[in-house]
């Protein structure tokens, strides 16, 4: 049964040209937003990249002072040339050195690494807290 003007209840044309109005803007405003975040999200990638590198060169130095000794699990152990060990493993998500009782961070936001002995090298894969993987490459000084 109609109410009793004798007309079904609908929308008018006003009120769908001001939900689409709605609509547009919304759209209009948020395409913005959604560019700056994958260009942000890009920026963040290669920010990651950079701090690999950055360690990866960090430990490349810290490297050319020690001698390497053997991989323990996920643990890359060398020695002084005094005979202290230095072990560099990832400790409360950061991949560190601990050289005695001395703690150096090299790379942080890392949930695990895996260690893998070469012939002439040491394979490094990270990966991090946003779901990244990452590799670094050691080369060992001939013997």
Request: aromatic content about 8%; some cysteine; hydrophobic content about 40%.
């Amino acid at each position: 049964m109609w109410p009793s003007t004798g007309c079904p209840k609908a929308f008018t044309l006003i009120e769908c040209l001001v939900a689409l109005g709605v609509l547009a803007l919304s759209v209009v405003l948020i395409s913005p937003i959604m560019e700056t975040s994958q260009t942000l999200s890009t920026k963040l990638a290669q920010y990651g990249d950079q701090e690999l590198e950055v360690a990866l060169i960090q430990l490349e130095y810290e490297l050319s002072e020690l001698d390497f000794a053997e991989v323990q699990g996920n643990t890359v152990i060398f020695y002084d040339e005094t005979g202290r060990k230095a072990e560099f493993k990832v400790v409360n998500q950061t991949f560190i050195k601990r050289l005695n009782s001395g703690y150096h961070p090299l790379l942080t936001k890392v949930k695990k690494m895996v260690v893998e002995k070469q012939e002439s090298s040491i394979l490094l894969t990270f990966t991090f807290l946003d779901g990244g993987v990452r590799c670094g490459k050691i080369q060992l000084p001939s013997t």
